[in-house]
Each structure stands twice: as structure tokens, then as C-alpha cells.
């Protein structure tokens, strides 16, 4: 490990001039951070989604194209238009609207995956701009290079040997001289063609890329001051937490904590490099630190919460002392690609969730689950997450959880199978108030 930092910024945080001078002062000050991983700026990623999409006229494309200028043209002016950047962003938007009718044609997930990527090709360009012009070596790279992916289109999954061996021989040289700006989401398949590693992922290419080059830390600079003890939007009481483990972080991540990519923290973890989480808008307030092990590890931590979660039972008499009954319900949904969060099982039924699942169970895995079993579909959910350490080791733990929840229909619960965590399923409507009755009984200040 090495004192390279790889920082990355979010969308909010290059959102324009300002936002974007803001993350360059942050780099300035510590010259140990030797490659810059961007998001798009602020919006763009939906406006190119949509131009994707290739279900609006031409008159609608047309302004959602203007949009999308309107914000690079911002940060352009900002930076004194100067001509060959101004002409190669131009030459961007070009692209991207030819693409764009392409995909009213023949939308495909290759040609989403090209058109979603232009906003980081775009963010970065005007970011080198803006550091040359504040003093600040830079040199441009394309991600592309050597964040080799596999063509799932919209959700890739990298290569770790080639990436690994790409960032050494071609990133590593260029950050030992200078500050190297690249892309957060993006990377290519065996073919060249542009991949995407799924929304969020710009988290996950930061965390791959200091992996890659053995970094002595991982930044997140995002619009929150830190990792909080569950969202301020909804407990206001909620409080920023100073240091947290990797496995309390990996639970809040998977379960609804939208401050880090659920996938983000696996480099980490592998290599034991350090995360931090922290505020562009306000570094001086500090963030939090992720660690394999912090010198606090409370019963309580924090408490996440995750909605639009669909209960999915599956009955049938064959369960009953039976064998291969899971296997074949595990292996349907494996070939949708369909990933299973929580479960619970009885003599002759199985619940388990799935997250999003309404655009998941679609009509074809509902008739090949049909054939086996019952099955029984319930929307309108949410999902609870308690976190912290040693949970299921501790006498009175259920107790003074379901206490606090003596009031509340609890649809299904899990508990035990990791130390770190006690889920269970609520009604959506009533999922705000128990996260907050539970971060005033569990989680006072």
C-alpha cells in the first residue's frame, strides 16, 4: 500500500462552477491525492437516460438535449469558453443527440450504456479546464482504458485481474507525476464497446480503482457531512457517526443507506483500505471514517430503511419433507437474474423479498414458479434495518427492539444470520414512524 488517495466526487459536488471549485480546493490541500474519480454533473445522467430511453418525439428529444447543453454551457462560460474545450463539448452533445435518434429507432442496452457514459466524458473534460486554470497539474484519462467489463449492458461487472494489471502499467505512472482525472461509472468490454457498471457505481470505480493501485485511502465527496445514524429527513435527531467498521457500513449500504453504493466497500474490504465519507459542500465538518474495525463497536449503531420492497410466498404441499423444493425456486430465479434479500421458511411455504420486485416478477417468472407452487404476491412494503454488533449474541436484544414496536404489524422478520443485523418488513406507510420510534428508544443522543 502506497500514499496514493483516489478521491471521488458526486454529482451534486460538480454540479456547476462553484461546486466544482469547491472540490478542486479539497484536492489542492492534500497533495497525496493523486486521482480524481467524477460522477456527471448534476442531473445529466437522468436527462441522458431519457434521451436513451428512445420513447419521446422529436420535439421532446430536442428539450431534453437543451437542457443538457444548458448545463455544460454553464460551466463553459464559467470557464471563459475556452475554444478547444468548448469545441470538443460541443462535439459531445452532437453525439449524443445522433445516439439519441438511434434510439428512437432501435433502443438497445449497448446504446443506453454509450449514451449514459458521455456525462462523465463531459464532467471530466470541464474539470481538467477548471484545475488548469486554477494552477493545478492535470491530465485527462479515459477509464475506458483500463476498466475492462464483462457486456451485461447497464449493470457490467469488472475484470479485477485485468483491471488490476491495466491500472498498474498505464494509471499508476501518470498519477506518481501528476493529479489524474477520470470517470466514476463507465468501462468497456472485450469489444470496446462502452459498459456501465449501474447507477451508483461511480462509488464502486473509485473503491475498484484504489484497489487496483493499492491506495492508502478511498474519499467519497458527496453532499452529506458523513455516514448519520439513520436519514435526517426523516429522525432529525439523527447524528453523524465518526468511525464505523466495514461490516456495519456494508449492512447500512445493502440496506437502503444511500450515502454509499451497496458494491462500494468489497475493494475495500479486500485490500483493508480505509473510506471516507465526507462533505464537498462543507469539508471542514469532518465525515466519517470506515474501517476494518473501529476502537467502538455499540450493540445499536444505526438504522436503515429501504421501500418499494415486494413479499413474494411461495406455497406447495412438495415442501413437506421434501427435497430440491428451494432449488428449483432458487434456480428460476437465478435465471432471471432475480436476487433474493430476506427469507423465511414453514413446513410447506417460503416468503422471501426481493427489492424493486415489481419490475422483477415479471409474467414469465411468475408462470415458471406457477408450475411448483402457490404463490402469493404482496406491494405497498418496506424494509427495516436495525444495525450494529453482536446482536444475536446479546440476551434482550429482540425484547428491546419488538418493545418499541409493540404497536406496529410486522409483516416478517429476520434475524440472526449476521451479528450485525435485525430486519424486518413493514407497511410502507408506517416505516417512517418506526425508524423513528426505534432511533429514540435505541438510539438516543
Known amino acids: 500500500m502506497n500514499q496514493l488517495i483516489v478521491a471521488k466526487f458526486g454529482g451534486t459536488s460538480v454540479a456547476d462552477h462553484q461546486a466544482m471549485s469547491r472540490c478542486a480546493a479539497i484536492l489542492e490541500q492534500n497533495p497525496h491525492t493523486r486521482l480524481a474519480v467524477l460522477s456527471a454533473s448534476s442531473g445529466v445522467t437522468n436527462l441522458l437516460v431519457a434521451l436513451a430511453s428512445g420513447e419521446h418525439q422529436p420535439a421532446h428529444r430536442a428539450e431534453l438535449l437543451q437542457q443538457l447543453n444548458d448545463i455544460q454551457q454553464g460551466i463553459l462560460t464559467s470557464l471563459g469558453n475556452p475554444e478547444m474545450l468548448s469545441r470538443h463539448i460541443e462535439e459531445i452533445l452532437h453525439h449524443i443527440k445522433e445516439l439519441s435518434d438511434s434510439a428512437a429507432i432501435s433502443p438497445s442496452k449497448a446504446l443506453n450504456d454509450e449514451i449514459v457514459a458521455q456525462g462523465e466524458l463531459m464532467s471530466t473534460r470541464l474539470f481538467v479546464e477548471l ?3 486554477r494552477g493545478t497539474p492535470a491530465v485527462w484519462f479515459d477509464v475506458r482504458r483500463i476498466m475492462h467489463t464483462d457486456d451485461r449492458f447497464s449493470r457490467a461487472a469488472p475484470d479485477l485481474g485485468a483491471l488490476a494489471r ?3 502499467a498505464e494509471l499508476q505512472p501518470l498519477c506518481e507525476k501528476q493529479l489524474v482525472v477520470t470517470q466514476g461509472f463507465i468501462g468497456a468490454a472485450s469489444d470496446g464497446r462502452t459498459t456501465t457498471l449501474g447507477r451508483g457505481g461511480s462509488d464502486f470505480s473509485a473503491a475498484l480503482l484504489g484497489e487496483a493501485l493499492e491506495a492508502s485511502a478511498v474519499e467519497i465527496w458527496t453532499d ?4 448519520y445514524t439513520t436519514d435526517p429527513r426523516l429522525v432529525t435527531e439523527a447524528r453523524a457517526i465518526p468511525e464505523i467498521s466495514f461490516s456495519e457500513a456494508s449492512e447500512m449500504a445493502t440496506f437502503g443507506a444511500k450515502v454509499l453504493h ?5 475493494p475495500a474490504v479486500r485490500r483493508q483500505i480505509p473510506v471516507f465519507v465526507g462533505s464537498s459542500k462543507a469539508p471542514e465538518a469532518g465525515g466519517t471514517w470506515i474501517r476494518n474495525a473501529t476502537p467502538q463497536a455499540p450493540l445499536f449503531r444505526a438504522l436503515a430503511l429501504r421501500r418499494n420492497q415486494v413479499l413474494l410466498t411461495l406455497t406447495s404441499l412438495n415442501m413437506f419433507q421434501a427435497h430440491g423444493f428451494l432449488a428449483e425456486v432458487f434456480g428460476i430465479l437465478a ?11 414453514s413446513e410447506v411455504s417460503v416468503s422471501l423479498t426481493l427489492d424493486a420486485g415489481a419490475e422483477l416478477l415479471t409474467d414469465e417468472v411468475q408462470a415458471e414458479l406457477g408450475k411448483h407452487c402457490h404463490l402469493k404476491v404482496e406491494h405497498g412494503l418496506a424494509l427495516v434495518a436495525l444495525i450494529g454488533n453482536r446482536m444475536s449474541e446479546v440476551s434482550g436484544t429482540g425484547s ?4 418499541a414496536l409493540e404497536n406496529v404489524n410486522i409483516r416478517m422478520i ?7 443485523n435485525l430486519c424486518f418488513l413493514v ?3 408506517a416505516a417512517a414512524g418506526v425508524v423513528q420510534d426505534l432511533h429514540q428508544t435505541l438510539l438516543p443522543a
Open 131 to 133: 484545475l488548469r486554470q
Open 166 to 168: 491495466a491500472a498498474v
Open 224 to 227: 452529506v457531512p458523513g455516514i
Open 262 to 266: 451497496p458494491a462500494t466497500l468489497q
Open 335 to 345: 435465471k432471471h437474474k432475480i436476487s433474493v434479500d430476506l427469507i423465511t421458511t
Open 400 to 403: 428491546r427492539v419488538f418493545q
Open 414 to 420: 429476520c434475524y440472526g444470520a449476521s451479528p450485525h
Open 427 to 429: 407497511n410502507d406507510d
